[in-house]
């Protein structure tokens, strides 16, 4: 069965310092992996997504996630937090072996950048 | 183009009523996914459908709740005899087709208060 872990329940950091909000995962066979933002009351947003390719990738807002398929990790970074971007995040996986496999998303961390 | 749209926003019900939550997919999106978001729980998946067709229900609950995306209308999600312990938000994400490269996108919830 495939799973993610967010370690950390709450991160905080202050405002335009980097920030890193950490991901493992399991899964079997390649993952697709992707992060989503939810701000207070509202719907997930996509962020970004790894399919295949570069294991950095760029998304929305200036953050970008590393894949490292040796880690199992997949962890999203910003290089200078700002205070909006306080909100929760969420990890999600799929995995790509034999056919149809559900999305699964972390429990959510909340990220607090502190002015 | 619309995103995914969910009715009501919130809802509140007495125990033993029922509870009807509606999913507007994007356009063009014939796949939808329902989630449950509990405090301090994260996103957990309940069910994931075409049109017409319930692909994975693993995450329903087995009594009391059904889902369906009928060919033509809004997916609903229905909670019979609802408890308290059914208060949680409720989240409808659609995608275009079940390609794993492909995100999901996510309304903005029906927050259900049982009373």
């Known amino acids: 069965a495939q799973s993610v872990a967010q370690p950390e329940d709450q991160v905080n950091v202050a405002e335009g310092n980097p920030l890193t909000v950490k991901c493992t995962y399991s899964?079997?066979?390649?993952?697709?992996l992707f992060w989503y933002v939810q701000y207070p009351n509202r719907g997930l947003q996509f962020l970004l997504k790894?399919?295949?390719?570069?294991?950095l990738v760029k998304g929305s807002y200036g953050f970008e996630a590393e894949f490292n398929k040796s880690q199992t990790s997949f962890h999203l970074k910003k290089p200078s937090a700002l205070v909006s971007d306080s909100a929760l995040y969420f990890c999600?996986?799929?995995?790509?072996?034999?056919?149809?496999?559900?999305?699964?998303f972390g429990i959510g961390t909340k990220l607090q950048v502190i002015p | 183009n619309a995103g995914v749209m969910q009715n009501p926003r919130h809802l509140v019900r007495r125990r033993g009523q029922e509870a009807r939550l509606r999913c507007s997919p994007m356009?063009?999106?014939?796949?939808v996914y329902w989630y449950r978001q509990l405090p301090e729980e994260g996103l957990k998946f309940m069910v994931y459908?075409?049109?017409?067709?319930?692909?994975?229900e693993s995450g329903m609950p087995k009594e009391r709740f059904s889902a369906e995306f009928p060919k033509e209308g809004p997916s609903i999600l229905r909670i019979q005899q609802v408890v308290r312990g059914d208060s949680a938000a409720y989240f409808c994400?659609?995608?275009?087709?079940?390609?794993?490269?492909?995100?999901?996108?996510f309304g903005q919830g029906t927050r259900l208060t049982v009373v």
């Open positions: 999600a996986v799929r995995g790509s072996s034999g056919g149809y496999q559900k999305v699964t």
């Open positions: 994400a659609s995608s275009p087709m079940g390609d794993p490269n492909t995100e999901a996108f």
């Open positions: 356009k063009g999106h014939s796949h």
């Open positions: 459908l075409q049109k017409e067709n319930i692909i994975d």
């Open positions: 899964v079997s066979g390649n993952p697709y």
């Open positions: 790894y399919i295949t390719g570069d294991n």
